[in-house]
């Protein structure tokens, strides 16, 4: 079974910093992780990704402010956030693409999600 445990939200004031941390636990392959973030009756949609390879895409909104990286090793992905606006104020979450030992497909799992409060 794979569980994903988040870390590192909070409230932060603008132009600052915090960093996410999720950590995956079980007996898996994983190909791609990612963190996602959503705003009350919103949709998802995805911050950053970072692939087995340790290529990365961001979104347009936070290229250049947001940096994301894993720790193979560790079986986690972070998410270093710089120059905060009010705007990426949300719950954020963890994704994995993995594959637990004994199943044939990957599938997306999900963290329980951060809350992320920039004030101005």
């Known amino acids: 079974q794979v569980q994903l445990v988040e870390s590192g939200g909070g409230l932060v004031q603008a132009a600052g910093s915090l960093r996410l941390s999720c950590a995956a636990s079980?007996?898996?392959?994983?190909?791609?992780m990612g963190w996602y973030r959503q705003a009350p009756g919103k949709q998802r949609e995805p911050v950053a990704v970072?692939?087995?390879?340790?290529?990365?895409n961001y979104a347009d909104s936070v290229k250049g402010r947001f940096t994301i990286s894993r720790d193979n090793a560790k079986n986690t992905v972070y998410l270093q956030m710089n120059s905060l606006k009010p705007e990426d104020t949300d719950v954020y979450y963890c994704n994995v693409v993995a594959r637990p030992y004994g199943r044939l497909f990957y599938a997306n799992y999900w963290g329980q999600g951060t809350q992320v409060t920039v004030s101005s």
């Open positions: 970072i692939t087995s390879g340790g290529g990365t």
């Open positions: 079980g007996s898996m392959d994983i190909n791609a």
